[in-house]
Structures are given as C-alpha cells and as structure tokens.
C-alpha cells in the first residue's frame, strides 16, 4: 500500500525512516539535521563508520531515541538543470532504499521528498519519480509511507499519484 501523510518524519512509528543524506554522511540541514537531532548521536556514529555513501545510494542504521527501528541514509543529486543524469540519480537512491530495506526484513518504510529541499530538484519531477519508484516496491511492504513537510508538497504527491493510478 502506498499512503501520503503531511508532517514531521521524526515522528514515524514506522520499520524504517529514510533519510535525505550527503556523501560524507556527516549531517546538514534538512531533514537530515532534524532526524540526527531526534535519534540522539548513536546515529552519527554509526554514519561515521560507515564512512560513506555514493550519490543514487542508500545504507542503513538503527535509529537511536526515534520510534522508528532503522534510518535508511539515501544520498540523492544535487539539481544541476536535468540533464547531468539527476533522474537516474534520485530514482536509484529510491531503488536502493527500498533494496536495503527489504534486506533488512523492513515491512513499513517512510520516505521524504529526497534532494528537493537544499539540493533543489523540482517537486513535481521528484514526486514523479519517487511515486513510481514506490509503485514498483508496492507488493513488496505493506506499506510505503511519503511524508511531505509542506501542503504544497502534500498536493503535488496526491495529484502525482492519482495520474500515475489512472494509467
Ligand atoms: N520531515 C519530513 N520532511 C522534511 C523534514 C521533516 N522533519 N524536514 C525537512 N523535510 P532536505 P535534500 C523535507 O533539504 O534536498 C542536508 O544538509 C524538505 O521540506 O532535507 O535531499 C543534507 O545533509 C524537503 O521536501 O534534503 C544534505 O547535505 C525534503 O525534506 C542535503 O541537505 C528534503 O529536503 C540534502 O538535500
């Protein structure tokens, strides 16, 4: 089942919250800043042994004081006008999230609109991709939750995913 919910992905009681991470997994702003500061520093240092993860790509963690079991860190492209392969970028860091959840046994995943935040991707393209990538995983969890931080975002995910169903 795919749902769309508005509000604070910290706040999921869910298997898995994916994160909007950098290359270094060293935290920023975003998303990324309010789960690390929710989940406490455990989190972190996990990140820090980790050491890394490739643009498209995503690893996993447990997730400290969060409700949720695991952060999933996604590293999605920064927008640089479409056609430095930012689409396959964003669509394989959604790919591997959910591949890397599956692995883990993770039935219930939450996701946030990966890079349109500081890395400026356009929502209605992000959505796009996001949506289909979750309908691809659909049969796989029992649910994959998208959590916008916006009603414009929330809007945008409804009318993406009823255009995306008619088909
Ligand atoms: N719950 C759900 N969504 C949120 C939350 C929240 N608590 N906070 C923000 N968002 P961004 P990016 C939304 O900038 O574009 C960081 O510095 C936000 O409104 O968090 O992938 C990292 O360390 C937007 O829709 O991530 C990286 O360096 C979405 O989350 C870089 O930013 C993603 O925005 C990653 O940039």
Redesign the pocket.
Known sequence: MITIKL????KEEIGAIVN???KGL??????????HRAAGPSVMEECREIGRCNTGDAVITGAGLLKAKNVIHAV?PVWRGGEKGEAGQLRSCYEKSFEVALKNGIETIAL??????????P?EEAADIALRTGKRFEDRFREIRY????DR?FRIYKETLDRLSET
């Open positions: 509000g604070d992905i910290t909007a991470a950098n060293r935290g920023g702003g975003g998303v990324d800043e309010a789960i999605g946030p609109a990966i890079s349109t935040g500081v890395y400026g991707y929502i959590v916008c931080f916006s975002d």
